[in-house]
């Protein structure tokens, strides 16, 4: 029996690995579904954020992409604006420091008067035993994706959202469902943004604010794919105990945001939507695969 072909219109996007724009976009959600909307991302410079950005202001969004590298975000700005005709606004920011986000959310609001959607994106991450992490490197990940991710919430709320109601997408992580080797200190950040969407949705949900976490899986084309195994899972054909079969792109996780922030998801908040084709379900520790490119990060640092 032959096997049907698969629909075009069910396929997975198209993306680039780069931080470019994408050459060609193919419209799933109406065009205009943020129209006239305006989103500040954390970590918008690149990968995700990078994405999430361009897909957002696709669907006539205004974005504020904010990172502590401004040259990143400036270069990736322009890009966008070519891209789609919206407005972009970069900012240099780190989400550890509350008074930075406060300066860099007053600038965003003389600029464009009004924020209605928050990206929590801002992340550090990389491959580390437990019993080899040191106490700042632990600390330096809990500040930057949990503290910030509370930090950049709190001010948007105050400044904005209390009073005119909004949407904020945390992105999170799966890594704290199971366990996952020399991924403590992120699985266990990631965990507590999830547990706070869920007290925030609760708390904030009388004002209007609707609170999810998303949580990607392995996504080509980032740098948590490149520093984080995804090269090497892909080399020795790892993806092949995930129930899609592959890794995702960031095309498919930014239109998950774009579900969560639009009116699509009115009803939704207090959740965490997992985008990993399964992978969390199957995917094994590969001890030793993973040990030997620490080992191997190690050195070359040395």
Known sequence: ?????????LRPPQDVDTDDCLQDYKYHFNPSILKDCVAFIT?????????????????GCHTI????????????????????????LPLSLDVRQPPAIMAA????????????????????????????????????VIDIDTLGTFNTSKVLFEKCFRDHGGVIVNIT?????????????????????????????????????RINSLAPGPISGTEGFRRLGGLEAEEAAHFSTVPLQRAGNKTEIAHSAL???????????????????????T???????????WATEVKKDE
């Open 1 to 9: 029996m032959s096997q049907l072909q698969i629909p075009s219109s």
């Open 43 to 59: 970590g918008g410079g690149s990968g995700i954020g990078f994405r999430i950005a361009e897909i957002f202001m696709r669907h």
């Open 65 to 88: 992409i904010a990172s502590r590298n401004f040259q990143r975000v400036s270069e990736a700005a322009k890009k966008l604006v070519a891209a789609t005709g919206q407005r972009c």
């Open 105 to 140: 959310v007053d600038e965003a609001l003389r600029e464009f008067e009004r924020i209605d959607i928050l990206i929590n994106n801002a992340a550090g991450n990389f491959l580390c035993p437990a019993s080899a992490l040191s106490f700042n490197a632990y600390k330096t």
């Open 173 to 209: 992580a799966t890594l704290g469902y199971r366990g996952r080797a020399l991924q403590m200190h992120a699985g266990t950040a990631k965990a507590a943004v999830d547990t706070m969407t869920k007290h925030l949705a609760v708390e904030w949900g009388p004002s209007n604010v």
């Open 259 to 281: 579900y969560l922030a639009s009116p699509l998801a009115s009803y939704v908040t207090g959740t965490s939507l997992v985008v990993d084709g399964g992978s969390w379900l």
């Open 283 to 293: 995917s094994a520790n590969h001890f030793s695969a993973i040990f030997d490119q």
